[in-house]
Protein backbone atom coordinates (compact mmCIF):
# COMPACT_ATOMS: atom_id res chain seq x y z
CA UNK A 1 0.00 0.00 0.00
CA UNK A 2 1.38 3.58 -0.63
CA UNK A 3 1.89 6.33 1.66
CA UNK A 4 -1.85 7.52 0.97
CA UNK A 5 -3.64 4.90 0.84
CA UNK A 6 -3.07 4.01 4.95
CA UNK A 7 -6.19 4.32 6.36
CA UNK A 8 -5.28 2.91 9.73
CA UNK A 9 -2.26 5.80 9.94
CA UNK A 10 -2.33 7.20 13.44
CA UNK A 11 -3.96 4.09 14.69
CA UNK A 12 -3.04 1.54 17.58
CA UNK A 13 -4.04 -2.04 17.58
CA UNK A 14 -3.01 -4.86 19.59
CA UNK A 15 -3.13 -8.68 18.66
CA UNK A 16 -2.91 -11.15 20.64
CA UNK A 17 -0.87 -14.76 19.19
CA UNK A 18 0.89 -12.93 17.00
CA UNK A 19 3.59 -15.14 17.22
CA UNK A 20 2.36 -17.08 14.13
CA UNK A 21 -0.52 -18.30 11.84
CA UNK A 22 -3.88 -15.73 11.66
CA UNK A 23 -2.27 -13.63 14.33
CA UNK A 24 0.63 -13.43 12.35
CA UNK A 25 -0.99 -12.85 9.07
CA UNK A 26 -3.52 -9.92 11.05
CA UNK A 27 -0.72 -7.96 12.65
CA UNK A 28 0.95 -7.51 8.93
CA UNK A 29 -1.92 -6.44 7.56
CA UNK A 30 -2.76 -4.44 10.11
CA UNK A 31 0.93 -3.12 10.01
CA UNK A 32 0.11 -2.68 6.12
CA UNK A 33 -2.80 -0.21 6.58
CA UNK A 34 -1.01 2.17 8.96
CA UNK A 35 -1.75 0.76 12.23
CA UNK A 36 1.62 0.70 14.76
CA UNK A 37 0.71 -2.49 15.69
CA UNK A 38 1.70 -4.20 19.45
CA UNK A 39 2.31 -7.90 18.95
CA UNK A 40 1.97 -10.02 22.04
CA UNK A 41 2.94 -13.95 22.44
CA UNK A 42 4.90 -16.51 24.29
CA UNK A 43 7.33 -16.50 22.21
CA UNK A 44 9.83 -13.85 21.94
CA UNK A 45 11.97 -15.04 18.75
CA UNK A 46 8.69 -15.55 16.79
CA UNK A 47 7.23 -12.16 17.92
CA UNK A 48 10.54 -10.73 16.47
CA UNK A 49 10.44 -12.27 12.59
CA UNK A 50 6.96 -10.99 12.34
CA UNK A 51 7.84 -7.41 13.60
CA UNK A 52 10.63 -7.59 10.96
CA UNK A 53 8.46 -8.51 8.20
CA UNK A 54 6.41 -5.55 9.67
CA UNK A 55 9.87 -3.10 9.20
CA UNK A 56 11.05 -4.85 6.31
CA UNK A 57 7.65 -3.64 4.69
CA UNK A 58 7.73 -0.10 5.76
CA UNK A 59 5.02 -0.60 8.94
CA UNK A 60 5.59 -0.14 12.56
CA UNK A 61 5.26 -2.71 15.66
CA UNK A 62 6.34 -3.26 19.23
CA UNK A 63 6.86 -6.86 20.40
CA UNK A 64 5.23 -7.46 24.16
CA UNK A 65 5.97 -11.18 24.99
CA UNK A 66 3.65 -12.22 27.63
CA UNK A 67 1.76 -15.37 29.38
CA UNK A 68 -2.21 -14.16 29.01
CA UNK A 69 -2.62 -16.57 31.78
CA UNK A 70 -1.27 -14.51 34.14
CA UNK A 71 -3.62 -11.74 35.04
CA UNK A 72 -0.98 -9.55 36.27
CA UNK A 73 1.25 -10.15 33.15
CA UNK A 74 -1.98 -8.18 31.41
CA UNK A 75 -2.26 -5.90 33.65
CA UNK A 76 0.85 -3.79 33.23
CA UNK A 77 1.21 -4.50 29.87
CA UNK A 78 -2.31 -2.00 29.50
CA UNK A 79 -0.45 0.14 31.67
CA UNK A 80 2.54 0.21 29.89
CA UNK A 81 0.86 0.86 26.70
CA UNK A 82 -1.50 3.59 28.35
CA UNK A 83 2.20 5.68 29.31
CA UNK A 84 3.05 5.35 25.45
CA UNK A 85 -0.10 6.04 23.44
CA UNK A 86 -3.74 8.08 24.21
CA UNK A 87 -5.90 5.06 22.87
CA UNK A 88 -5.94 1.52 21.79
CA UNK A 89 -8.05 1.75 18.65
CA UNK A 90 -8.24 -1.74 17.57
CA UNK A 91 -7.78 -4.95 20.22
CA UNK A 92 -7.83 -8.73 18.56
CA UNK A 93 -8.52 -11.45 20.58
CA UNK A 94 -6.98 -14.06 18.73
CA UNK A 95 -4.88 -16.33 21.08
CA UNK A 96 -6.29 -19.46 22.38
CA UNK A 97 -5.71 -23.09 23.34
CA UNK A 98 -7.10 -26.02 21.59
CA UNK A 99 -6.21 -29.23 24.25
CA UNK A 100 -6.96 -31.94 24.21
CA UNK A 101 -9.77 -33.54 21.87
CA UNK A 102 -12.06 -35.70 24.03
CA UNK A 103 -15.48 -37.54 25.09
CA UNK A 104 -16.81 -35.34 27.78
CA UNK A 105 -16.03 -38.36 30.46
CA UNK A 106 -12.66 -38.33 28.97
CA UNK A 107 -12.01 -34.61 29.80
CA UNK A 108 -9.01 -33.91 31.85
CA UNK A 109 -9.95 -31.27 34.64
CA UNK A 110 -6.40 -29.89 34.58
CA UNK A 111 -6.41 -29.39 30.94
CA UNK A 112 -9.59 -28.40 30.89
CA UNK A 113 -8.59 -25.26 33.00
CA UNK A 114 -5.94 -24.07 31.30
CA UNK A 115 -8.52 -24.14 27.96
CA UNK A 116 -10.57 -21.81 30.33
CA UNK A 117 -7.97 -20.27 31.53
CA UNK A 118 -6.76 -18.98 28.41
CA UNK A 119 -9.54 -18.77 26.12
CA UNK A 120 -12.01 -17.43 28.83
CA UNK A 121 -10.53 -15.66 32.03
CA UNK A 122 -7.42 -14.16 29.71
CA UNK A 123 -10.30 -12.52 27.41
CA UNK A 124 -12.10 -11.01 30.38
CA UNK A 125 -8.90 -9.42 31.75
CA UNK A 126 -7.92 -8.18 28.29
CA UNK A 127 -11.06 -6.72 28.15
CA UNK A 128 -10.86 -5.26 31.48
CA UNK A 129 -7.59 -3.98 31.23
CA UNK A 130 -7.81 -2.00 27.96
CA UNK A 131 -11.61 -0.73 28.38
CA UNK A 132 -10.31 2.46 29.55
CA UNK A 133 -8.18 3.16 26.64
CA UNK A 134 -10.76 1.27 23.95
CA UNK A 135 -13.06 4.23 25.02
CA UNK A 136 -10.84 7.10 24.23
CA UNK A 137 -10.43 5.69 20.30
CA UNK A 138 -12.76 7.58 18.17
CA UNK A 139 -14.53 4.41 17.35
CA UNK A 140 -12.93 1.65 19.32
CA UNK A 141 -12.65 -2.37 18.36
CA UNK A 142 -12.80 -5.32 19.51
CA UNK A 143 -12.38 -8.27 17.30
CA UNK A 144 -12.40 -11.73 19.10
CA UNK A 145 -12.03 -15.14 16.94
CA UNK A 146 -14.03 -17.61 17.57
CA UNK A 147 -15.14 -21.38 15.97
CA UNK A 148 -17.90 -23.04 14.64
CA UNK A 149 -18.05 -25.48 17.81
CA UNK A 150 -18.84 -22.82 19.86
CA UNK A 151 -21.69 -22.21 17.87
CA UNK A 152 -22.75 -25.94 17.00
CA UNK A 153 -21.23 -28.58 19.41
CA UNK A 154 -19.46 -31.28 18.24
CA UNK A 155 -18.46 -34.45 19.39
CA UNK A 156 -15.10 -34.75 21.20
CA UNK A 157 -15.00 -31.11 21.08
CA UNK A 158 -16.55 -29.98 24.18
CA UNK A 159 -14.43 -28.47 26.17
CA UNK A 160 -12.70 -26.17 23.35
CA UNK A 161 -16.34 -25.29 22.19
CA UNK A 162 -17.33 -24.81 25.82
CA UNK A 163 -14.46 -22.22 26.13
CA UNK A 164 -15.31 -20.75 22.69
CA UNK A 165 -18.85 -20.53 23.48
CA UNK A 166 -18.17 -18.59 26.63
CA UNK A 167 -16.04 -16.21 25.38
CA UNK A 168 -18.61 -15.30 22.58
CA UNK A 169 -20.96 -14.47 25.36
CA UNK A 170 -18.59 -12.38 27.28
CA UNK A 171 -17.82 -10.46 24.02
CA UNK A 172 -20.63 -10.20 23.31
CA UNK A 173 -22.62 -8.91 26.68
CA UNK A 174 -19.38 -6.73 26.67
CA UNK A 175 -20.48 -5.27 23.13
CA UNK A 176 -24.38 -4.57 24.62
CA UNK A 177 -22.76 -3.32 27.72
CA UNK A 178 -20.95 -0.32 25.92
CA UNK A 179 -23.16 0.02 22.85
CA UNK A 180 -25.04 2.83 24.25
CA UNK A 181 -22.58 4.91 26.27
CA UNK A 182 -19.63 4.53 24.02
CA UNK A 183 -17.96 4.49 20.49
CA UNK A 184 -17.04 0.76 21.03
CA UNK A 185 -18.02 -1.86 18.99
CA UNK A 186 -17.25 -5.51 19.30
CA UNK A 187 -17.64 -8.24 16.33
CA UNK A 188 -16.64 -12.06 16.81
CA UNK A 189 -14.91 -13.73 13.58
CA UNK A 190 -15.28 -17.90 12.53
CA UNK A 191 -12.07 -18.17 10.35
CA UNK A 192 -13.23 -21.35 9.21
CA UNK A 193 -10.54 -24.07 7.86
CA UNK A 194 -7.50 -22.27 7.84
CA UNK A 195 -4.16 -23.44 7.24
CA UNK A 196 -2.73 -23.17 11.02
CA UNK A 197 -0.84 -25.27 13.82
CA UNK A 198 -4.31 -25.52 15.56
CA UNK A 199 -5.76 -26.55 12.79
CA UNK A 200 -2.93 -29.64 11.96
CA UNK A 201 -3.15 -30.86 15.44
CA UNK A 202 -6.85 -31.33 15.15
CA UNK A 203 -7.07 -32.93 11.58
CA UNK A 204 -3.32 -34.31 11.28
CA UNK A 205 -4.77 -36.37 7.86
CA UNK A 206 -5.93 -32.98 6.52
CA UNK A 207 -3.59 -32.01 3.15
CA UNK A 208 -2.93 -28.08 4.92
CA UNK A 209 -3.23 -27.09 0.93
CA UNK A 210 -7.03 -27.83 1.30
CA UNK A 211 -7.74 -24.73 3.53
CA UNK A 212 -7.36 -21.21 3.04
CA UNK A 213 -4.12 -19.24 4.15
CA UNK A 214 -4.55 -17.32 7.12
CA UNK A 215 -3.55 -14.25 5.36
CA UNK A 216 -7.55 -14.58 4.11
CA UNK A 217 -8.57 -14.08 7.57
CA UNK A 218 -6.09 -11.74 8.37
CA UNK A 219 -7.25 -9.47 5.58
CA UNK A 220 -11.27 -9.78 6.44
CA UNK A 221 -10.31 -8.36 10.06
CA UNK A 222 -8.31 -5.86 8.69
CA UNK A 223 -11.20 -4.67 6.76
CA UNK A 224 -13.33 -4.92 9.70
CA UNK A 225 -10.80 -2.96 11.22
CA UNK A 226 -10.95 0.01 8.91
CA UNK A 227 -14.54 -0.15 7.64
CA UNK A 228 -16.14 -0.52 10.81
CA UNK A 229 -19.14 -2.74 11.98
CA UNK A 230 -22.46 -2.69 13.91
CA UNK A 231 -22.72 -3.79 17.32
CA UNK A 232 -21.95 -7.19 18.19
CA UNK A 233 -21.22 -8.04 14.43
CA UNK A 234 -20.54 -11.78 13.81
CA UNK A 235 -19.68 -12.97 10.66
CA UNK A 236 -17.48 -16.03 8.85
CA UNK A 237 -14.80 -16.05 6.64
CA UNK A 238 -15.11 -18.72 3.87
Known sequence: MTEQNKPLAGKLALVTGASRGIGAATAIALAERGAHVVLTARTAKELEGVEETIFDAGGSATIAPLDLTETDAIARLAMAVAERWQALDVLVLNAAMLGSLAAVP??????????????????????????????????GKVIALTSS???????????????????????????????????????????????????ARAYPGEDPASVKEPRVVAERIAALAVEGFAANHFERVG
Open 149 to 199: VGRKPRAYWGAYGASKAAMETLVAAYGDEVEEISRIRTAIVDPGATRTAMR
Open 106 to 139: AIDAKELAAVLTLNVSAQVALIQAFDPLLRRADA
